[in-house]
Structures are given as structure tokens and as C-alpha cells.
């Protein structure tokens, strides 16, 4: 079998899909021996197999424990990935408050985009899953976040990613902090709806997205002040 760069990331992807806990270790490692990138492993192996593995859920053709058996089987291959990512050597510090809105504990599409932020030099403060919106503000007050990224599965919660972004504008702390909001029911247009700053679909493009966005908002302060 091909061991090209484009066949190992497939084959990463699948894994994931197929829920192969096992196999996706020795792709990984083999993916690895090849000098490959290992975030582009995550973001255009794991994590699509991982987003394949979202859109059947959807579809109603996987449920709750596949959804978590392909999680297990994307961790797999994060733990042989992840010491091999080659953080991002810029001199500016980033500071990100993540979490799963309260009322729900799904926390998949949280933990990715956490890794992806950590491999892009922010330092994150992780609040774990069913996190009430206060708790999100206390955070981002006490360590002077940058931003602030919302994670929910469920549409019965998507309510409280407003909740947020109320609290911050309560606080006066909207101007200052950028809010990424995602998961599988969020869309571009209820970003918009509820005010947020980013969404994207994907959870590397959403880090990418996050510090575009901050280093925007540095450089109005700047002008501003």
C-alpha cells in the first residue's frame, strides 16, 4: 500500500471513520517515520476523519458510541502526533479561555481546537465540558484572555454562547476579547445572529481564523490608544 503523504492522511482519516483504535497508532507512527507534518496529520487526517465521522451522526447513521469510539480512535493518533508538532516560534504571547457551553458534554470538537491553538503559541486555559457562562468571564477576566472559544454539539445550548458574549459586553470586556464559537449544529449565520467574531467549520481553520482576529484587535488598540 502507498505510503505516500496524501494515502497516510486518508488512511488516518479512515481510521478515525472506522473506529480503528489500534490501527491509526501504527499509521501514525509510520506517518511519522516519513518526516511528514504532523499537524497536518491532525488537521487533514484526525480531524477530518473526525468531521466525516460528525456528519454521520447528523445523518443518524452513527450515534453517541461510535461518535465516541471514532473520538478514542482520534486520540490514538493525536498521542503518537502531538510531540512531534513544531510550535509556532512567534515572539507574541496569545491567551485563550476554551470550553463546552453549559448543558453540554461533548467535548471532541473542544479538545481539537485546543490542540490546534496550543500548536499556534497561545497558551489555553481549558474549562472542560457543561461550563456556565459566568465561569467563562471569570477566566477571561482573571488571565486577561485574548480570546474566548465556545464549543457546544447540541442545540438545545447554543442559547448560551449568546449568554456569553452578553456577559461580556456587561463587563466591558467585549472590545478586548475575540469569540470563536463551533460544533456540529453552529453555523456562519448564527455567528452572526449572536454577534461572535469567527467560526469556521474546521478546526485549524478556526485557529488561524483566532489570530488573524487578535492581531486585528492589537492593532486598533494601538491606534486607538
Request: with cysteine; glycine share 8%; aromatic share 6%.
Amino acid at each position: 500500500m502507498s505510503n505516500s503523504k496524501e494515502a497516510l492522511l486518508n488512511r488516518l482519516a479512515q481510521c478515525v471513520v472506522e473506529m480503528e483504535d489500534e490501527i491509526v497508532v501504527d499509521i501514525a507512527k509510520e506517518y511519522i517515520e516519513n518526516d511528514f507534518d504532523a499537524y497536518e496529520g491532525i488537521a487533514k487526517g484526525l480531524a477530518c476523519g473526525m468531521e466525516e465521522a460528525g456528519k454521520l451522526y447528523e445523518e443518524e447513521e452513527y450515534y453517541i458510541p461510535e461518535l465516541l469510539l471514532c473520538s478514542d480512535a482520534m486520540y490514538e493518533g493525536i498521542d503518537i502526533l502531538k510531540p512531534h508538532l513544531k510550535k509556532d516560534d512567534t515572539k507574541e504571547s496569545y491567551k485563550a479561555v476554551v470550553g463546552v457551553v453549559e448543558g453540554d458534554t461533548h467535548d471532541i470538537g473542544k479538545n481539537l481546537f485546543k490542540i490546534m491553538l496550543e500548536t499556534s503559541g497561545f497558551e489555553v486555559y481549558d474549562l472542560g465540558r457543561d461550563v456556565a457562562p459566568v465561569d467563562f468571564i471569570n477566566k477571561a477576566k482573571e488571565v486577561n484572555a485574548d480570546v474566548v472559544g465556545l464549543s457546544t454539539l447540541m442545540t438545545t445550548t447554543m442559547d448560551n454562547m449568546e449568554v456569553v458574549i452578553d456577559l461580556l459586553k456587561k463587563e466591558n470586556m467585549r472590545e478586548n476579547v475575540v469569540v470563536m464559537v463551533g460544533g456540529g449544529p453552529i453555523s456562519q449565520s448564527f455567528a452572526d445572529k449572536i454577534g461572535a467574531d469567527g467560526y469556521a467549520y474546521e478546526a485549524s481553520k478556526s485557529v488561524k481564523l483566532a489570530k488573524e482576529l487578535v492581531i486585528k484587535k492589537r492593532a486598533k488598540h494601538k491606534e486607538v490608544v
